[in-house]
């Protein structure tokens, strides 16, 4: 079930951004199991030590340059929420969104 959201979504996604251009679109996806984030483990890590893994993570993104990120193991709806706001300020110039999706998570925006 939650495969197939991800890719109804993804499809209105690509769909939608096809349908802007006059010439034909790349899109580039990228999916990442961050594995505990922001806390590289099961175990509660500093407030500045998750700062460096979130810094750390929205400078990898910013390389990859995605049209769409699809991540993977956050631990909570903060973590994903502080990683979305760093790379939206990493990201000024792009228009960006956030749909999330979870089955753990209490909160979606």
């Known amino acids: 079930m939650k495969r197939a959201l991800i890719a ?4 209105f996604v690509v769909g939608s951004a096809l349908g ?3 010439e034909p679109a790349k899109i580039r996806i ?3 199991n961050l594995e505990w ?3 590289g483990s ?9 700062a460096q893994r979130i810094e750390a993570a929205a400078d ?3 390389k990859l340059d995605p049209d769409i990120l699809l991540l993977q193991e956050m631990r909570d709806y903060d973590a994903c929420a502080r990683l979305y706001h760093f790379v939206i300020a990493v990201w000024s110039t792009k228009k960006a969104s956030c749909r999330l999706i979870s089955d753990n998570l ?3 925006y």
């Open 8 to 11: 109804v979504l993804a499809f």
């Open 20 to 22: 802007q251009s006059p």
């Open 30 to 32: 990228t999916t990442w």
């Open 37 to 39: 984030f922001p806390n």
């Open 42 to 50: 099961p175990h509660e890590t500093a407030p500045e030590k998750q």
């Open 60 to 62: 990898v993104l910013k």
């Open 106 to 108: 209490p909160r979606s």
